[in-house]
Every structure is written in C-alpha cells, then in structure tokens.
C-alpha cells in the first residue's frame, strides 16, 4: 500500500504532554524543548493556552524575537462561546494576540457533549465552529481544528459527526485533527472512521457537498490519540493508512492519564516500516537522544524498554540470541539500531552463553578472542555469582572490573585499611524526622602513603562517597569529574527480614557517559561500600588512569 511521502509532525509536549501527573515546565524548560524539536525537525510544536498564565503569555512572546528555524508554533484554545461571535470572543483574541501563526481550536463533535456539556443545541455547536475557523483564517492564520471525541461522537450520531468536520472545512480550516479523546478506540475503529472523513473533506467529497463553494481548499486529515487502551501509537498508524497527513503526539508518550501517542515511535515507525517521510534519516538517528534530553527536562528517566530509544529496545540476554546476533542480527532485531541512534546490548547474566560474555566484553574493552582459556573461568564465576545476588545487567563497571581480575590485568587504584560511618539523629520526630546527618571516615593506602578523609552528607552512602571522593581526589583528580546519579537498594530475600541479603546498585557519570556497579552483602553499607569503589574503580580505569 502506497502512502503520502510526508507526514506532518505535530508535537503537543508543551501543551498535552505537561497534563502528566509529576511534570510541570518552567518558561526555560519549554523553550529548550521547542528548540531541541525543531532541531529535530518536528514540523508543528503547540505552545500551549497563550492566556491561561503568564509563563505561557512569555513563551510565545520569546518565540517572536526568537523564531525557531523550521517548526511552526501552534496556540491552542478551544472556539467561540455559545452565543457569542467569533470576532467578540475573548478566547479567539488571546489567540490571535500571541500572534503564532497556527492556531489550533478544540471544538465538540460528540452530539452528547454538545448538549450535556456545552449545554447548548447541536445547531448552535455547528455555528461555533464554523464562525471560529473562518474569523481565524480571515486574520490570516494556519488553522487546527481539533475534533474532540470525534470517533464516540462518530459511533453515537454519524451524521451529526461529520456535520461538524464538515463546518469546519467549509470554514477553511488547513487540517482536520481527529481526536480519540477518551484513548479506548481500536485500530480498526479508527482506519474505518478516519477513511470516511479523509473521502468526505476530499476535493471530490466537498464538491459533491451542495453547501460547499467550489473554490474551497480541502483541508489535510491528521489524528490525535491518546492511549487509554494501549493503542494509541497503532490507532495513530492506522489513520494514516487510512489516509490521515498530519499525527499529533507527545514525546515519550507523556499526557494525561495514560498518556497520549508517543511521538517518537510513531515517527520510527514511520520512516522505518511505512516508507514516510517525517524528519529525514538523518534526523531520525537523533532520536535517542531527544527522547533522553526531554525526559531529563521532564525530570523523568527513560523507560528501559521503550521502543527504539529504551536502553533495552536492543539488549540481547539468551545465549541463543547473542550467537545468532553476531552472524544475523535481522533475527532478533527488528532494524538497525543506529537507525534511531541507539545501539546493540549483549547482557551478561547466569543466562548467558560464551558468544554473549565474547560480544560483551568486547564492548568493554577486552579482547577474549585472544584469552579463549578464560572464557569459561568468567562465565563460571559470572553465574556463581549472580547464584549469590549479583546482576550483571546493570552493571557494566562491575562486570568489567570481574573481567579483568580474571585476566590478570586488574590493578588496584587504593586499598582499604577501615572506614565507620556514625549517623547522628538529635532530634526525634518519628516518620517525618528530617535532621538526622551522617559522618564517614575512611582510611586508605595508595601506594606507600596512608589517607584519612571524613566526609558528611544526609545519608551514610552520601557521606561515604564524599569522603571517598575527597581521599581519592588528591591522587586521582579524575574523580571530581564523577558523579553519582542513582542509588537503588532491593532485598534479595524478604522471608529473612533485616537479615537478608542486600543488593546495591549505583550508576555514576562524567563528561564521557555512564555506567553501572554493583555490591551485594548482608550489610547494606557494606554493599553501598562495594559499590562505590567499584564504580570509582572502573570510571579510572575507562578512561586510563
């Protein structure tokens, strides 16, 4: 099946994408990720209500003085009040007065909403929107018209339905944007009911329309889903089957209750399995990339197991699947990685093969092609020690640091005389206590000088970190450019209670990336501890210190 060669993007992270519970933007949040979309070629970014309050009233008014070099940004409000005319309404002032030149207009095409909601007759909602799309194309505005819940409208009162679209388009509206409101349709839902609208505002569908001018443009189909049954993203693709030009969505799938359609993966699937064309190759390669800059902006991390931009979307477990990975990788990768800037995992777990632990550690540095004596020796002690809590999975530094002690080739950067930690809590609040501070005082030796540093923080990790990084700093400066990011703790065995086995893992960063560690104890600062050495450890030794 053939279809359109371009798909025009419409991004609603300012505007939808901030309904998400926990995100809220500030002024220089959105505009760094309208700027990091149009980079990426993003063709239509909503801005959000240009009246609703000040930081918004700011966006578009910084956007003026400083244009974007391709999207085109979009205000969004909703038509005329009931009863009141288009060049009279408020609302379509605010509009026009953040002077962005696409506007985009919510409007009812459900004949229930219409008369439980807006309170007021199906013939007057008709009126609203036509009068809204026309006042607004006459200011010379690109015109959105949202349909809102247009496919339950659709399944409730066809006609009524299509009237609406239909008022719209004969109005001048540039696109048509269908919305499943509620996120519960299907996808065969949608492509029956976008097809129909797509052939009744075609040239032919409008002309054959006897209240229609023969000099009317007809306007693009696009679609807009949210995500409530879990289709969101294939709804979105079976519009454009259907014949739908333009998809809204969010970055990382970000919106209210469920979320909306993941912008990202939308376009990925696009390009890569449709043949359209949304933000070129060359841009698609950035696609990791945004979906981590927006999620960090967001305060969010990227899930794991997102499509395409997840960190485990090309992670490869089994055995089985690492040896054929090698020879064939079409059959346990969908497409090339680097398409949408990601890249092939081998994880290394008790699952693992030797293909894997080869692959893996190859990534890491070392060439075991060259050591095959010892390949079995670390995947006997991989699984020894994963039988004993370890997870490899997420710990690249520590599986490399295990690596090279198998080889011979690990050097220790200090040793550990003692360390204590003293937590002091002076006060006594119970559960809402907060001023309880930690003290670490650690005792090193590298080489034939001995080390003292105590280091306070909020918690005793914090602290041992500070003083760890405080004695090591004066040896290896390297470590200042460290930092730890992420601090997980899970009990191995619960039955045990504070007796269990504890499982730390701690990722740290610097200016070449991140990585992973790992340590496991009955004391859990005994295992924070482990973990932290080894992430200093391996962040010296990545980069040759």
């Given at each position: 099946?053939?279809?359109?060669?371009?798909?025009?993007?419409?991004d609603?992270?300012?505007?939808?994408?901030?309904?998400?519970?926990g995100?809220?933007?500030?002024?220089?949040?959105?505009?760094?990720?309208?700027?990091?979309?149009?980079e990426?070629?993003?063709?239509?970014i909503?801005?959000?209500?240009?009246?609703?309050?000040?930081?918004?009233?700011?966006?578009?008014?910084?956007?003026?003085?400083?244009?974007?070099?391709?999207?085109?940004?979009?205000?969004?409000?909703?038509?005329?009040?009931?009863?009141?005319?288009?060049?009279?309404?408020?609302?379509?002032?605010?509009?026009?007065?953040?002077r962005?030149?696409?506007?985009?207009i919510?409007?009812?095409?459900?004949?229930?909403?219409?008369?439980?909601?807006?309170?007021?007759?199906?013939?007057?909602?008709?009126?609203?929107?036509?009068?809204?799309?026309?006042?607004?194309?006459?200011?010379?505005?690109?015109?959105?018209?949202?349909?809102?819940?247009?496919?339950?409208?659709?399944?409730?009162?066809?006609?009524?339905?299509?009237?609406?679209?239909?008022?719209?388009?004969?109005?001048?509206?540039?696109?048509?944007?269908?919305?499943?409101?509620?996120?519960?349709?299907?996808?065969f839902?949608?492509?029956r009911?976008?097809?129909?609208?797509?052939?009744?505002?075609?040239?032919?569908?409008?002309?054959?329309?006897?209240?229609?001018?023969?000099?009317?443009?007809?306007?693009?189909?696009?679609?807009?889903?949210?995500?409530?049954?879990?289709?969101?993203?294939?709804?979105?693709?079976?519009?454009?089957?259907?014949?739908?030009?333009?998809?809204?969505?969010?970055?990382?799938?970000?919106?209210?209750?469920?979320?909306?359609?993941?912008?990202?993966?939308?376009?990925?699937?696009?390009?890569?399995?449709?043949?359209?064309?949304?933000?070129?190759?060359?841009?698609?390669?950035?696609?990791?990339?945004?979906?981590?800059?927006?999620?960090?902006?967001?305060?969010?991390?990227?899930?794991?197991?997102?499509?395409?931009?997840?960190?485990?979307?090309?992670?490869?477990?089994?055995?089985?699947?690492?040896?054929?990975?090698?020879?064939?990788?079409?059959?346990?990768?969908?497409?090339?990685?680097?398409?949408?800037?990601?890249?092939?995992?081998m994880?290394?777990s008790?699952?693992?093969?030797?293909?894997?632990?080869?692959?893996?550690?190859?990534?890491?540095?070392?060439?075991?092609?060259?050591?095959?004596?010892?390949?079995?020796?670390?995947?006997?002690?991989?699984?020894?020690?994963?039988?004993?809590?370890?997870?490899?999975?997420?710990?690249?530094?520590?599986?490399?640091?295990?690596?090279?002690?198998?080889?011979?080739?690990?050097?220790?950067?200090f040793?550990?005389?003692?360390?204590?930690?003293?937590?002091?809590?002076?006060?006594?609040?119970?559960?809402?206590?907060?001023?309880?501070?930690?003290?670490a005082?650690?005792?090193?030796?590298?080489?034939?000088?001995?080390?003292?540093?105590?280091?306070?923080?909020?918690?005793?990790?914090?602290?041992?970190?500070?003083?760890?990084?405080?004695?090591?700093?004066?040896?290896?400066?390297?470590?200042?450019?460290?930092?730890?990011?992420?601090?997980?703790?899970?009990?191995?065995?619960?039955?045990?209670?504070?007796?269990?086995?504890?499982?730390?893992?701690?990722?740290?960063?610097?200016?070449?990336?991140?990585?992973?560690?790992?340590g496991?104890?009955?004391?859990?600062?005994?295992?924070?501890?482990?973990?932290?050495?080894?992430?200093?450890?391996?962040?010296?030794?990545?980069?040759?210190?």
């Amino acid at each position: 099946m053939r279809y359109m060669s371009k798909i025009i993007t419409y991004d609603t992270t300012l505007r939808d994408g901030e309904q998400s519970e926990g995100v809220t933007l500030s002024l220089e949040d959105k505009l760094r990720i309208a700027r990091r979309l149009d980079e990426f070629g993003v063709d239509i970014i909503e801005g959000g209500f240009p009246a609703s309050n000040p930081k918004d009233i700011a966006f578009f008014r910084e956007l003026r003085e400083h244009p974007l070099k391709h999207a085109r940004i979009a205000a969004f409000g909703a038509t005329c009040k009931r009863g009141v005319p288009a060049s009279e309404d408020q609302g379509l002032a605010d509009l026009l007065a953040s002077r962005a030149p696409v506007v985009a207009i919510v409007g009812k095409t459900w004949d229930a909403q219409v008369e439980l909601a807006l309170r007021t007759t199906l013939d007057e909602n008709l009126r609203m929107i036509s009068d809204s799309v026309a006042y607004l194309k006459s200011r010379g505005r690109e015109v959105v018209f949202d349909a809102e819940h247009f496919f339950d409208g659709y399944k409730s009162n066809p006609e009524y339905a299509l009237k609406c679209v239909l008022a719209a388009a004969r109005a001048g509206a540039d696109s048509i944007d269908l919305c499943d409101t509620n996120g519960g349709m299907l996808p065969f839902e949608i492509e029956r009911m976008t097809r129909i609208v797509v052939e009744a505002v075609s040239p032919d569908g409008l002309q054959t329309d006897q209240s229609a001018a023969s000099s009317i443009k007809a306007p693009r189909v696009g679609i807009h889903c949210h995500n409530d049954g879990g289709c969101a993203v294939a709804n979105t693709l079976s519009a454009v089957r259907a014949g739908a030009t333009q998809f809204q969505g969010t970055v990382n799938g970000y919106g209210e209750r469920v979320g909306n359609a993941d912008l990202l993966t939308v376009i990925a699937d696009l390009e890569l399995k449709m043949g359209c064309e949304c933000v070129g190759a060359e841009s698609l390669k950035k696609l990791m990339s945004v979906a981590s800059y927006v999620a960090e902006i967001c305060n969010f991390s990227v899930w794991a197991h997102a499509p395409y931009v997840g960190t485990s979307a090309f992670a490869h477990k089994g055995g089985l699947h690492a040896s054929a990975i090698v020879r064939f990788p079409q059959a346990y990768e969908h497409e090339d990685p680097t398409a949408v800037g990601n890249a092939s995992r081998m994880l290394v777990s008790e699952l693992a093969g030797k293909a894997s632990l080869v692959t893996k550690a190859a990534q890491l540095g070392f060439d075991l092609r060259q050591e095959p004596q010892s390949i079995q020796a670390i995947l006997d002690e991989v699984k020894a020690r994963e039988a004993q809590g370890y997870s490899y999975e997420v710990a690249d530094g520590s599986l490399a640091l295990l690596i090279a002690r198998k080889l011979g080739k690990y050097q220790p950067f200090f040793t550990l005389e003692s360390f204590r930690v003293i937590v002091d809590d002076r006060e006594d609040y119970g559960a809402i206590a907060k001023d309880a501070q930690s003290e670490a005082t650690i005792k090193i030796h590298v080489g034939d000088r001995r080390y003292v540093a105590t280091g306070e923080g909020t918690g005793p990790v914090g602290a041992l970190d500070n003083a760890l990084h405080m004695a090591l700093s004066e040896f290896y400066p390297q470590v200042n450019d460290m930092e730890l990011i992420d601090f997980k703790v899970r009990l191995l065995d619960e039955s045990t209670g504070t007796d269990a086995i504890t499982r730390v893992a701690i990722t740290l960063r610097d200016e070449n990336g991140t990585w992973g560690t790992i340590g496991v104890s009955e004391n859990i600062i005994e295992a924070s501890w482990n973990a932290l050495v080894e992430s200093l450890e391996y962040g010296l030794m990545r980069i040759g210190a």
